[in-house]
T-cell receptor, first 117, second 110 residues
Framework: GAGVSQSPSNKVTEKGKDVELRCDPI?????LYWYRQSLGQGLEFLIY????????KSGLPSDRFSAERTGGSVSTLTIQRTQQEDSAVYLC???????????????FGPGTRLTVT | EDQVTQSPEALRLQEGESSSLNCSYT??????LFWYRQDPGKGPEFLFT???AGEEKEKERLKATLTKKESFLHITAPKPEDSATYLC???????????FGAGTTVTVRA
């Protein structure tokens, strides 16, 4: 079946511009996650959505970052007034269920490589 | 805070030369330990989940094991196509996010 898809695959933007990154999770997966992978660093958790519950935004690095999930499916990560330190690969993952109900494998998309010049 | 440390950072193997990767972790109650494979320019690909000490899982030339403090990923008779970065992650009890190690980059020469 179709996996997690992300768009665009690459994005080059100028410092100070806003960008939107899109994630389409696996059909039927209720949990959706955003992570960031910077050069030489491990994957860093950003935000988590579970069904219709309020998202956990505890991993967002600043208030320039925001995300929404419409209709319990597609998610958009928005970065306002981009800075050079925002350059990274942004990865989206989905799982059957999150929360404390059990451990479910997270399946990752191919990522969006963001370069801020 | 959950911590995951992987070693070595890089591993160069000859085809057929078996080896092991280490993942040491500290977590306030382990819900699951995950192994992923990541190829350049791609997202992590799920390999295994381990839930309790003593558990083992196998897939082709890969075998993952778990103790209370660490996990090992054994690569038996590797082939060049096993070249990738292998990531270890933990999920704590009553949590959902994964905490990742920095990864081990494996290069297998023919």
């Amino acid at each position: 079946g179709a996996g997690v898809s992300q768009s665009p695959s690459n994005k080059v933007t100028e410092k100070g511009k806003d960008v939107e990154l899109r994630c389409d999770p696996i059909s039927g997966h209720t949990a959706l996650y955003w992570y960031r992978q910077s050069l030489g660093q491990g994957l860093e958790f950003l935000i988590y959505f579970q069904g219709n519950s309020a998202p956990d935004k505890s991993g967002l690095p600043s208030d320039r970052f925001s995300a929404e999930r419409t209709g319990g499916s597609v998610s958009t990560l928005t970065i306002q007034r981009t800075q050079q330190e925002d350059s990274a690969v942004y990865l989206c993952a989905s799982s059957l269920q999150g929360g404390s109900g059990g451990s479910y494998e997270q399946y990752f998309g191919p990522g969006t490589r963001l370069t801020v010049t | 805070e959950d911590q995951v440390t992987q070693s070595p950072e890089a591993l160069r193997l000859q085809e057929g030369e078996s080896s092991s990767l280490n993942c040491s972790y500290t977590v306030s109650g382990l819900r699951g330990l995950f192994w992923y494979r990541q190829d350049p320019g791609k997202g992590p690909e799920f390999l295994f989940t381990l839930y309790s000490a003593g558990e083992e899982k196998e897939k082709e030339r890969l075998k993952a094991t778990l103790t209370k403090k660490e996990s090992f990923l054994h690569i038996t008779a590797p082939k060049p196509e096993d070249s990738a970065t292998y990531l270890c992650a933990v999920q704590a009890s009553n949590d959902y996010k994964l905490s990742f190690g920095a990864g081990t980059t494996v290069t297998v020469r023919a």
